[in-house]
T-cell receptor
Framework: GAGVSQTPSNKVTEKGKYVELRCDPI?????LYWYRQSLGQGPEFLIYFQGTGAADDSGLPNDRFFAVRPEGSVSTLKIQRTERGDSAVYLCASSPDGTGGNTIYFGEGSWLTVV | GEDVEQSLFLSVREGDSSVINCTYT??????LYWYKQEPGAGLQLLTYIFSNMDMKQDQRLTVLLNKKDKHLSLRIADTQTGDSAIYFC?????????FGTGTRLTVIP
């Protein structure tokens, strides 16, 4: 596609449920990032993939959070036993090769609300 | 760790210049960025500056970098109502970006 695509755009779930958020990066981009943005805050880094492997997962807050990118393209962020504090916008971004400069493109985010 | 700080709010009149300021802590950052976020939308990259530069101009946008003071600013000339949004400063880390809390710019007609 033309840009980074994220689904669902909105998700309301009950506390304790399992949630999957999907990201479809720009075609050909090897680097993929997940960020979380809470209300009134800037985005916070969660995890970075280079190809199929998680090159840096230091931002994942705890073991309830997990992400995969099995074929080096689409990625899924998985949240187990959701808590109300997980409510946020989850942003995905991609980059041609993970180097700096003007090459990191963000999707519109998945708004997660845990009730 | 990295810390990026911005003032929370800025109001300007349409046609005036806006200046949004940011301070950061990691002197090894290679790139510094400005992103724009409109309500309910994702992040749009506005401009970036390489750390060995002190100024970059792109149409109505001027970025100034004071590396000694770790201070970055974004000037928007002839501010329009469509410029109303949240502006995020970000510095590059090894594998990701570190964002400030954002400055909400309100343009008064």
């Amino acid at each position: 596609g033309a840009g980074v695509s994220q689904t669902p755009s909105n998700k309301v779930t009950e506390k304790g449920k399992y949630v999957e958020l999907r990201c479809d990066p720009i075609s050909g981009h090897t680097a993929l990032y997940w960020y979380r943005q809470s209300l009134g805050q800037g985005p916070e880094f969660l995890i970075y993939f280079q190809g199929t492997g998680a090159a840096d997962d230091s931002g994942l807050p705890n073991d309830r959070f997990f992400a995969v990118r099995p074929e080096g393209s689409v990625s899924t962020l998985k949240i187990q036993r959701t808590e109300r504090g997980d409510s946020a916008v989850y942003l995905c971004a991609s980059s041609p090769d993970g180097t700096g400069g003007n090459t990191i493109y963000f999707g519109e985010g998945s708004w997660l609300t845990v009730v | 760790g990295e810390d990026v700080e911005q003032s929370l709010f800025l109001s300007v009149r349409e046609g005036d210049s806006s200046v949004i300021n940011c301070t950061y802590t990691d002197s090894s950052s290679t790139y510094l960025y400005w992103y724009k976020q409109e309500p309910g939308a994702g992040l749009q990259l506005l401009t970036y500056i390489f750390s060995n530069m002190d100024m970059k101009q792109d149409q109505r946008l001027t970025v100034l970098l004071n590396k000694k003071d770790k201070h970055l600013s974004l000037r928007i000339a002839d501010t329009q109502t469509g410029d109303s949004a949240i502006y995020f400063c970000a510095e590059s880390g090894a594998n990701n970006l570190f964002f400030g809390t954002g400055t909400r710019l309100t343009v008064i007609p």
